[in-house]
T-cell receptor
């Protein structure tokens, strides 16, 4: 298994450009999520999905869109890039909540995408 | 993340000492409490987790303790080694998502 695969690894955008960060997993995980990591801020949740066709907002969703048309893929779209979106982006997946309504499974992370917006 | 507090933010120890990191959360419905380790330039990886039906779990030099009444859980690393140097994150759930703390940078000097 490849696990969680993110592409690209690096990207430079100009302000106002749009792009899609790709995330795919081959572990048949129902749960997928996107985090951004900035110095001193930890990992902040952008959007997440508990299964195909279902998405929800996290802590910092503004400026980002997601969709979940298949179990395997969870792309993150930047609609109009801004310098404040310069960050390292991590996609992560896990089995869905098992036996409860609260989250309860380990996350598996991709290797990250380093995005710079100038 | 919101309503997740992690302390201390930095921790420096000598090799062989113990290190303790504490995480306080707010969602009383949480029943899963993981700790992640992130080495420089790498992705976060789970190192230990605990469920709310037990108060402590140990894996070699690493342990996690849980106090559900006070809503906090702690990571304990004994006999620290230079390779333990990394950023450690707690990630208690909030509903159906995991919310990460801001991290603790652990430095182990030999």
């Amino acid at each position: 298994n490849a696990g969680v695969t993110q592409t690209p690894k690096f990207q430079v955008l100009k302000t106002g450009q749009s792009m899609t960060l790709q995330c795919a997993q081959d572990m048949n995980h129902e749960y997928m999520s996107w985090y951004r990591q900035d110095p001193g801020m930890g990992l902040r949740l952008i959007h997440y999905s508990v299964g195909a066709g279902i998405t929800d907002q996290g802590e910092v969703p503004n400026g980002y869109n997601v969709s979940r048309s298949t179990t395997e893929d969870f792309p993150l779209r930047l609609l109009s890039a801004a310098p404040s979106q310069t960050s390292v982006y991590f996609c992560a997946s896990s089995y869905s909540n098992r036996g409860g309504s609260s989250y309860n499974s380990p996350l598996h992370f991709g290797n990250g995408t380093r995005l710079t917006v100038t | 993340g919101e309503n997740v507090e992690q302390h201390p933010s930095t921790l420096s120890v000598q090799e062989g000492d113990s290190a303790v990191i504490k995480c306080t959360y707010s969602d009383s419905a949480s029943n899963y409490f993981p700790w992640y380790k992130q080495e420089l330039g790498k992705r976060p990886q789970l190192i230990i987790d605990i469920r709310s039906n037990v108060g402590e779990k140990k894996d070699q030099r690493i342990a996690v303790t849980l106090n559900k009444t006070a809503k906090h859980f702690s990571l304990h690393i004994t006999e620290t080694q230079p390779e333990d140097s990394a950023v450690y994150f707690c990630a208690p759930p909030r509903g159906t998502a995991l919310i990460f703390g801001k991290g603790t940078t652990l430095s182990v000097s030999s």
